[in-house]
């Protein structure tokens, strides 16, 4: 496990004193990332990144990376996020360096050829080339280097972190060149209005995770068909049962919903209450988030901030212009601050028309399980759906009869953190990562047959002149053997 006992983060003042706007920032240039993908794809070439040995010693790098700047990077996330210690070891370091764990376990047997049945019929797992990922502001690090160990794991890459969270990227683009491969691995430092121009350089894969460039991502990569994979947030519906244990439901929403500010792309974007729960539902919200961040949460050393103002202000104009306030409701520009619960939310509100990466919590009302399913497929499917209710019935109606990215029943965004389960949207985006889910993004599952001349006296009955009853035996042995998989040896 990483070091735990380093001093606690430091207080809300030190890190506005710290924080210089303005600060320059480096930056990479499509004509440099020319000789970066060139670099890149000589090295790739080479078979420089094939031998097992060679990906896993990345892998070590990374994780030895993780635990030698472990106070490197709560700095640089507290500069850009005011991002508490613990939410930057446990969400961003131990959820990469358990990745990375996991592929250095189980590498050698995703690169083992899978066989199937009679001819030696391989399906290998065959590295695509030099992939480009591009990380979020959300969960920066997270988001940047666990789709990266998955692309250690078969190939080169260009990682691009985001401009919104300026010290972070600036970490990354000085501490990778001397743990990772400076030939295979490379970071640049790009805004998002270059990152179009750089996707038609021509990788072999691209990784995103941005739905509002999203769309001009997709169409870069179109254009010299090059394979995508989108990881784009949504509105994440959180159905409250009336049966419930509502004090655990109300810490594991106030958790989800409020930890990093809620920038986070699998927090819950609103609750649909049952109306038999709701008001004791309110009310423990209120009881959680003091016992959380205390009477005053913009002195409390676990709360964050906004990533910027923009954001901020998109925020609060949607809250301003939608139901009432009973939790919260201050905003602090300078702070980038504004945790609130809202009741009385209508579907129509402008807080529910777009998506709201910050902590704010709508609640709407509904009757029943019928209502909250019927509500939820009116939607654009999301990329997380959340149940709460004691009664299994409930949580699978939600489960089988909704369509969402990824489902998680009494609790909000551990699915999403899983090296076992794909993570990935649907209809939001296109594609998943996590564990072998990354290894085989980044890879090409490749059809091959090894075949002999054994059986000649056989296959000879497909060639030409066609007769009826070559013909005949053909139709006789296939039907013989469709039960054992054998059409291709019989061919």
Same mark, same amino acid.
């Given at each position: =496990?990483? $070091?735990?006992?380093?001093?606690?983060? @430091?207080?809300? &003042?030190?890190?506005?004193?710290? %924080?210089?706007?303005? #600060? !320059?920032?480096?930056?990479?240039?499509?004509?440099?990332?020319?000789?970066?993908?060139?670099?890149?794809?000589?090295?790739?070439?080479?078979?420089?990144?094939?031998?097992?040995?060679?990906?896993?010693?990345?892998?070590?790098?990374?994780?030895?990376?993780?635990?030698?700047?472990?106070?490197?990077?709560?700095?640089?996330?507290?500069?850009?996020?005011?991002?508490?210690?613990?939410?930057?070891?446990?969400?961003?370091?131990?959820?990469?360096?358990?990745?990375?764990?996991?592929? =250095?376990? $189980?590498?050698?047997?995703?690169?083992? @050829?899978?066989? &199937?049945?009679?001819?030696?019929? %391989?399906?290998?797992? #065959? !590295?695509?080339?030099?992939?480009?990922?591009?990380?979020?502001?959300?969960?920066?690090?997270?988001?940047?280097?666990?789709?990266?160990?998955?692309?250690?794991?078969?190939?080169?890459?260009?990682?691009?972190?985001?401009?919104?969270?300026?010290?972070?990227?600036?970490?990354?683009?000085?501490?990778?060149?001397?743990?990772?491969?400076?030939?295979?691995?490379?970071?640049?430092?790009?805004?998002?209005?270059?990152?179009?121009?750089?996707?038609?350089?021509?990788?072999?894969?691209?990784?995103?995770?941005?739905?509002?460039?999203?769309?001009?991502?997709?169409?870069?990569?179109?254009?010299? %068909?090059?394979?995508?994979?989108?990881?784009?947030?949504?509105?994440?519906?959180?159905?409250?049962?009336?049966?419930?244990?509502?004090?655990?439901?109300?810490?594991?929403?106030?958790?989800?919903?409020?930890?990093?500010?809620?920038?986070?792309?699998?927090?819950?974007?609103?609750?649909?209450?049952?109306?038999?729960?709701?008001?004791?539902?309110?009310?423990?919200?209120?009881?959680?988030?003091?016992?959380?961040?205390?009477?005053?949460?913009?002195?409390?050393?676990?709360?964050?901030?906004?990533?910027?103002?923009?954001?901020?202000?998109?925020?609060?104009?949607?809250?301003?212009?939608?139901?009432?306030?009973?939790?919260?409701?201050?905003?602090?520009?300078?702070?980038?601050?504004?945790?609130?619960?809202?009741?009385?939310?209508?579907?129509?509100?402008?807080?529910?028309?777009?998506?709201?990466?910050?902590?704010?919590?709508?609640?709407?009302?509904?009757?029943?399980?019928?209502?909250?399913?019927?509500?939820?497929?009116?939607?654009?499917?999301?990329?997380?759906?959340?149940?709460?209710?004691?009664?299994?019935?409930?949580?699978?109606?939600?489960?089988?009869?909704?369509?969402?990215?990824?489902?998680?029943?009494?609790?909000?965004?551990?699915?999403?953190?899983?090296?076992?389960?794909?993570?990935?949207?649907?209809?939001?985006?296109?594609?998943?990562?996590?564990?072998?889910?990354?290894?085989?993004?980044?890879?090409?599952?490749?059809?091959?047959?090894?075949?002999?001349?054994?059986?000649e006296c056989v296959t000879y009955l497909r060639f030409p002149p066609y007769e009826d009853r070559n013909l005949s035996l053909m139709t006789w042995a296939c039907a013989l053997s469709q039960k054992s998989q054998g059409w291709c040896q019989i061919l």
């Amino acid at each position: =496990l990483l $070091n735990m006992s380093s001093p606690p983060s @430091p207080s809300p &003042t030190r890190w506005f004193k710290a %924080l210089r706007l303005g #600060e !320059p920032c480096l930056r990479t240039y499509p004509l440099e990332c020319v000789d970066l993908l060139r670099r890149a794809r000589i090295a790739f070439q080479a078979g420089r990144t094939l031998k097992e040995c060679f990906r896993l010693t990345q892998l070590e790098a990374l994780v030895r990376m993780l635990e030698e700047h472990e106070c490197d990077f709560v700095d640089a996330l507290g500069r850009d996020l005011h991002k508490p210690r613990f939410e930057t070891v446990v969400f961003e370091l131990i959820t990469v360096k358990n990745e990375a764990l996991h592929a =250095l376990t $189980n590498l050698k047997k995703w690169m083992q @050829p899978q066989s &199937t049945t009679l001819d030696e019929c %391989l399906v290998i797992s #065959e !590295p695509l080339g030099v992939v480009f990922i591009m990380g979020s502001w959300c969960n920066p690090v997270q988001m940047c280097l666990v789709p990266l160990v998955g692309a250690i794991a078969a190939n080169c890459a260009l990682v691009s972190p985001s401009e919104y969270t300026v010290h972070t990227a600036e970490l990354l683009h000085r501490l990778i060149p001397f743990y990772l491969d400076n030939e295979c691995f490379h970071v640049i430092l790009a805004g998002i209005s270059d990152l179009p121009e750089i996707v038609e350089l021509k990788f072999d894969h691209v990784f995103f995770t941005n739905k509002e460039e999203g769309g001009k991502i997709a169409v870069a990569a179109a254009r010299t %068909l090059t394979p995508v994979t989108l990881i784009l947030g949504s509105k994440n519906p959180c159905y409250v049962d009336q049966n419930c244990d509502v004090p655990t439901t109300v810490q594991r929403i106030a958790w989800a919903c409020f930890h990093n500010a809620g920038q986070s792309l699998t927090a819950p974007s609103y609750i649909l209450c049952h109306t038999d729960v709701k008001a004791r539902l309110v009310q423990a919200l209120k009881c959680c988030l003091m016992e959380f961040y205390g009477p005053d949460p913009r002195e409390s050393r676990s709360f964050g901030r906004m990533v910027n103002l923009d954001i901020f202000s998109r925020t609060r104009d949607l809250l301003w212009r939608s139901g009432k306030v009973v939790v919260g409701g201050q905003v602090t520009e300078a702070e980038k601050y504004i945790p609130t619960v809202l009741t009385e939310v209508a579907e129509s509100d402008p807080i529910m028309q777009q998506e709201v990466f910050g902590p704010v919590l709508p609640i709407l009302s509904v009757n029943d399980v019928d209502e909250a399913i019927a509500f939820i497929n009116k939607q654009e499917k999301p990329l997380c759906v959340y149940a709460y209710s004691t009664n299994s019935k409930v949580i699978s109606r939600i489960m089988q009869e909704t369509s969402s990215g990824s489902f998680c029943s009494n609790d909000c965004i551990l699915q999403s953190l899983m090296v076992a389960l794909p993570f990935g949207g649907v209809a939001c985006g296109m594609g998943s990562f996590h564990g072998r889910y990354s290894f085989e993004t980044f890879s090409h599952r490749k059809a091959s047959l090894l075949r002999g001349t054994r059986f000649e006296c056989v296959t000879y009955l497909r060639f030409p002149p066609y007769e009826d009853r070559n013909l005949s035996l053909m139709t006789w042995a296939c039907a013989l053997s469709q039960k054992s998989q054998g059409w291709c040896q019989i061919l």
